[in-house]
T-cell receptor, first 114, second 117 residues
Framework: DSGVTQTPKHLITATGQRVTLRCSPR?????VYWYQQSLDQGLQFLIQ???????AKGNILERFSAQQFPDLHSELNLSSLELGDSALYFC?????????????FGEGSWLTVV | AQKVTQAQTEISVVEKEDVTLDCVYE???????LFWYKQPPSGELVFLIR??????QNEISGRYSWNFQKSTSSFNFTITASQVVDSAVYFC??????????????FGTGTRLQVTL
């Protein structure tokens, strides 16, 4: 158990819809990352937040957005969903005194767009 | 730009064989972290090791060992006496430290290891 919690674990939705993926980082971790894993693109970095502020941005579509809340949990919002958005979405966290720069991943949220 | 290459797409071994997974990276940064993660069939990404760029000491953890060679930009992973439970996809990843803390990871394409009886 990495200590990073993601919900929901599985989600099936229709094209054009909007979903929200939720992530609770490891206790005390200030950084939260979102990654997308698809068959054709592999593991792609989407976005990083550090203590509520956006720190780095990767290949995140404009239809996607994220935020980190004061309690450090994060949400990834995916809108106007397309079939190609079907993927495994990972949240990861890092940044406590103990774990330092080790990046731990949650179990992922499987999104299927039909 | 950072890049991680895992040239071995798939490896099949028989249980108890030793196997080495290769990882070659490219970066212009002088300080960085390298990681290995395991992704079993259930899908989660399991952290295995983190190594910083100024520590070239090899590491052994049980049946796992890692060989970091900065001169060849390689960070190879060896499993000794492989077991069926080692069957998974293994990812090598690179993180820069320009902000002073670990930042986004650049992943390789992964090596699928199949261990059979």
């Amino acid at each position: 158990d990495s200590g990073v919690t993601q919900t929901p674990k599985h989600l099936i939705t229709a094209t054009g819809q909007r979903v929200t993926l939720r992530c609770s980082p490891r206790s005390g971790d200030l950084s939260v990352y979102w990654y997308q894993q698809s068959l054709d693109q592999g593991l792609q970095f989407l976005i990083q937040y550090y203590n509520g502020e956006e720190r780095a941005k990767g290949n995140i579509l404009e239809r996607f957005s994220a935020q980190q809340f004061p309690d450090l949990h994060s949400e990834l919002n995916l809108s106007s969903l397309e079939l190609g958005d079907s993927a495994l979405y990972f949240c990861a966290s890092s940044g406590t005194l103990n774990s330092g720069n080790t990046i731990y991943f949650g179990e992922g949220s499987w999104l299927t767009v039909v | 730009a950072q890049k991680v290459t895992q040239a071995q797409t798939e490896i099949s071994v028989v249980e108890k064989e030793d196997v080495t997974l290769d990882c070659v990276y490219e970066t212009r940064d002088t300080t960085y972290y390298l990681f290995w993660y395991k992704q079993p069939p259930s899908g989660e990404l399991v952290f295995l090791i983190r190594r910083n760029s100024f520590d070239e000491q090899n590491e052994i953890s049980g049946r796992y060992s890692w060989n970091f060679q900065k001169s060849t930009s390689s960070f190879n992973f060896t499993i000794t006496a492989s077991q069926v439970v080692d069957s998974a996809v293994y990812f090598c990843a690179l993180s820069d430290l320009t902000t002073g803390t670990a930042s986004k990871l650049t992943f390789g394409t992964g090596t699928r290891l199949q261990v059979t009886l």
